[in-house]
């Protein structure tokens, strides 16, 4: 067996099990979309029922940010299985997207974790009020 044979059959494994990982963090990704969706409804519906404040979007976001960092994982992996240049552009310019959508899910999270404070403050500063 020759140095040739070794490493074409290693690049073959290496292909093989670039994908299969790849592949698992895309489904780890969607079953996180799933989850924290149907978290989030869970979570809304019982904000009505109970009348309780919890912002769902704060929630829902986490999940979409999460899922979002497995696909890109996802992505980065796909790295090690390009062939040409031109996978590569495509590739590239993916990434970028899911990272813009990342900072913009990051964002908006923490805009609603500070209009939550400020909810919270102002009813804070009611309940003092009616205190005295």
Same mark, same amino acid.
């Given at each position: ?53 919890? !912002?769902?979007?704060? #929630? ?13 994982? %996802? ?8 062939? #040409? ?27 609603? &974790? ?10 804070? !500063?009611? &309940?003092?009020?009616? %205190?005295?």
């Amino acid at each position: 067996m020759d140095i040739a044979t070794i490493i074409a059959g290693y690049k073959g494994f290496l292909f093989g099990f670039a994908e299969i990982v790849a592949y698992t963090l895309e489904l780890i990704g969607i079953i996180i979309i799933l989850a924290g969706t149907a978290r989030a409804i869970f979570l809304l519906l019982r904000h009505y029922r109970d009348n309780a404040r919890r !912002n769902v979007v704060i #929630d829902l976001g986490r999940a979409l940010a999460l899922a979002l960092e497995c696909k890109m994982g %996802s992505e980065i992996i796909h790295t090690v299985i390009v062939r #040409d240049l031109k996978e590569l552009g495509i590739l590239a310019v993916v990434i970028l997207i899911r990272a813009l959508l990342a900072v913009i899910i990051h964002w908006e999270i923490r805009m609603e &974790q500070k209009d939550e404070e400020l909810f919270a403050l102002k009813k804070k !500063n009611k &309940q003092e009020e009616k %205190s005295e």
